[in-house]
């Protein structure tokens, strides 16, 4: 298990379009989670999975964006009707938990999203 | 809503200069992390704190948990320029299983 692998790594897109994003985590890892960093700012959360069920959802989320983890595997983060501030780092980071967070997250080195 | 502060913003130090970092809640924390981020990287996870007032060392790395699990420090000793990147606490508020990260302390360090 070669840890989070995310991608596209880059995306363009025109203002208006639809993007989808990919996240991987690592396999015995059951909680992942999204997050949004801009330039010089910490990464913001947007949402996170226990297996396959989506357990918060932060209100900063518009209605354009949509997450899904089928299966309890791999994640897809959608933005529909892209817009010029939706410009950021997508972050995707998985951990594992029985209980309350007790270890780290291990981060995806991110998909850079541009909407022009 | 929930924020997580850290000060400072920015530090340039010479090399062998000490370096601290503190973060702040708005509100009561069941732990807190740290990461640090070269330019370019993404976040790497660096220690948990869970008890109140605890204090745990890594090498010339010092994370102190404050008593009321609302604040917490990063010192570091005689920096070295493979410490250069932005160090990030990460709150986990009593009752979430997500993490708040802070604004960061981009550390500079001048051979």
């Known amino acids: 298990d070669t840890g989070v692998s995310q991608n596209p790594r880059h995306k363009i897109t025109k203002r208006g379009q639809n993007v989808t994003f990919r996240c991987d985590p690592i396999s015995e890892h059951n909680r992942l989670y999204w997050y949004r960093q801009t330039l010089g700012q910490g990464p913001e959360f947007l949402t996170y999975?226990?297996?396959?069920?989506?357990?918060?959802k932060s209100r900063l989320l518009s209605d354009r964006f949509s997450a899904e983890r089928p299966k309890g595997s791999f994640s897809t983060l959608e933005i529909q009707r892209t817009e010029q501030g939706d410009s950021a780092m997508y972050l995707c980071a998985s951990t594992f938990s029985t209980g309350g967070a007790r270890y780290g997250y291990t981060f995806g080195s991110g998909t850079r999203l541009t909407v022009v | 809503g929930q924020q997580v502060m850290q000060i400072p913003q920015y530090q340039h130090v010479q090399e062998g200069e000490d370096f601290t970092t503190y973060c702040n809640s708005s509100?009561?924390?069941?732990?807190i992390q740290w990461y640090k981020q070269r330019p370019g990287g993404h976040p790497v996870f660096l220690i948990q704190?869970?008890?109140?007032?605890e204090v745990k060392k890594q090498k010339r790395l010092t994370f102190q948990f404050g008593e009321a699990k609302k604040n917490s420090s990063l010192h570091i000793t005689a920096t070295q320029t493979t410490d250069v990147g932005t160090y990030f606490c990460?709150?986990?508020?009593?009752?979430?299983?997500?993490?708040?990260f802070g604004t960061g302390t981009r550390l500079k360090v001048l051979a």
């Open positions: 999975f226990q297996n396959e069920a989506q357990l918060e």
């Open positions: 509100t009561t924390l069941s732990n």
């Open positions: 704190l869970v008890k109140s007032g």
């Open positions: 990460a709150g986990r508020p009593i009752g979430t299983y997500k993490y708040i």
